[in-house]
């Protein structure tokens, strides 16, 4: 698979108006999108760092996995997941990690925030880090 860039690190947070003001006023970054990923029970804030952004997660629903995520966690936040832009589609890339024997957790892409194609691999396949594959927004048109 080609690989971009890292396109986005998740990290969860018990509430996304607590946490905006501490990246806005203490680290500068602008939140520049809010949106609700409805299908996976999920509100996001996302801010540019560079060329690889930040993306904030909130659970809209206790039986997210943001939210469980959170809950395994005593109640806190922390980094949840790390996306990187794949050039040849997330379609390619998951038949490409099954076929080298990865775990998979979504077996065909789907929608995700900003409209990306994205899936992910499943954390007993890549040393305990959630991965997810996303578009990469300047080769998608996105």
Known sequence: MNISHIEHIGIAVPSLDE?????ENILGFK????????DQKVRTAFFQVGQTKIEL???????SAISKFIANNGGR???????FAVEDGVANA?????????RLIDKAPRKGAEGLN???LHPKSTVGTLV?????PKKCGC
Not at 31 to 38: G, K, M, P, Y
């Open 57 to 63: 997660l909130e659970g809209t629903a206790e039986d």
């Open 118 to 120: 994205i899936a992910f």
């Open 19 to 23: 946490a905006i003001p501490f990246y």
């Open 132 to 136: 997810e594959l996303c578009e990469d």
């Open 31 to 38: 939140c520049f999108a809010i949106e609700e990923v409805a």
């Open 94 to 102: 998951l038949a490409e990690a099954e076929g080298k024997g990865c």
């Open 77 to 83: 936040g922390g980094i949840q997941h790390v996306a």
